[in-house]
């Protein structure tokens, strides 16, 4: 069946889209007529990748750079590549994550590095990606950037408490960009996933040796699929309308938004309800300065000089 090449001229930029959810998105990106850059910590994963999709093309329509997503370094030299591949980027999709060893820690002796991880790589990192997408986006004139949580940034499953705690961080991020496209005309949402099956769901050598009943709850939950969650990211993409969502992808093909977490509290009284109005129209204006300034050094010291 043909697609209807509705992202023609687009630049995608997709974290850990060597496999799994990234490298669906990646392909209906392309199917859509957009170009895509890959950024993977796992090089043979991402380059394979690149090179299924451009043999299938018959044309470069990927290309892939090593990222760990949780310096700035690497999030920075990923947008600049793909500025340099593609002559810009309109579209980021932060996909890349992390469960396995790092998912459920409270139980295990105290670990300095592996107790950050989940947080690191899945809050952290989505954080810094944000942040130089938006640039990239901004100086373009406008983009969308789609991260990745999961229906547990709302929700709890008590073996999986630090991919929880990281998760709902992301909410929290995406959620607070209510004004983002009034600065800079960039959108940022969440799709948020229900259990799918993919490699994260197969335990590793380490989680099989513990044990646990998470490894037979893990079979037992209904899953949703790839192609759902590929529907839900296109829709945050398409859909102009759609900014600070945070978006579940179901079992069923059910995609829907979340609902708020929390009403609001009391203090929010139609008084302080003007005070935010104003607040915001000061928000937009000073931001809309900084980012402007920014932008500039940020090139100066980043750009591609050549
Ligand atoms: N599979 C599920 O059940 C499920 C459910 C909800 C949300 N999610 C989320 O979907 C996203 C994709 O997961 P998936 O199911 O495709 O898993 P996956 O393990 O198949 O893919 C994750 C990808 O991210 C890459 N990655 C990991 N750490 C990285 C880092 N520091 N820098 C760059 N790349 C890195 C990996 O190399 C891999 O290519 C994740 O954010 C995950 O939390 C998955």
């Known amino acids: 069946m043909s697609v209807e090449k509705s992202l023609e001229g687009k630049v995608a930029v997709i974290t850990g889209g060597g496999r799994g959810l990234g490298k669906a998105v990646a392909a209906a990106l392309i199917e ?3 170009k895509v850059v890959i950024g993977n910590t796992t090089e043979s994963q991402g380059l394979a990748t690149v090179e299924e999709f451009n043999t299938a093309a018959g044309a470069k329509v990927a290309a892939f750079k090593r990222t760990d997503i949780t310096t700035y370094k690497d999030n920075i030299e990923l947008f600049q590549f793909a500025e340099k591949e593609f002559g810009g980027v309109d579209i980021a999709y932060l ?3 992390i469960a396995g060893n790092a998912t459920d820690i409270i139980f295990m002796p105290p670990d300095d590095e592996n107790d950050s991880r989940a947080v690191e790589v899945n809050t952290i990192g989505t954080m810094k990606g944000t942040k130089i997408a938006m640039l990239h986006l901004a100086k373009r004139g406008g983009g969308v950037i789609v991260t990745c949580s999961s229906t547990l940034g709302s929700n ?3 073996s999986m408490s630090a991919y929880v ?4 961080g992301l909410n929290g991020w995406v959620r607070s960009f209510a004004l983002l496209p009034q600065i800079c005309n960039v959108r940022v949402n969440a799709v948020c996933p229900h259990f799918v099956e993919t490699d994260m769901l197969v335990p590793n050598p380490d989680q099989l040796a513990r044990g646990g009943p998470i490894l037979n709850l893990v079979d037992k939950i209904p899953k949703t699929t790839v192609e759902n969650v590929v529907n839900a990211v296109l829709l945050l993409i398409e859909d102009e309308t759609r900014n600070a969502q945070t978006l579940l992808a179901l079992p069923g093909d059910v ?13 929010f009284t139609p008084e302080f309800a003007q005070v935010m109005g104003s607040y915001a129209e000061d928000y937009v204006a000073f931001h809309k300065k900084e980012l402007e300034d920014y932008l500039k050094v940020y090139e100066e010291k980043y750009g591609n000089k050549d």
């Open 95 to 97: 996909n890349a994550g």
């Open 156 to 158: 709890a499953v008590p």
């Open 255 to 267: 995609i829907r938004e979340q609902e708020a977490t929390a009403p609001l509290p009391e203090t």
């Open 165 to 168: 705690t990281s998760k709902h």
């Open 32 to 34: 859509r007529g957009a």
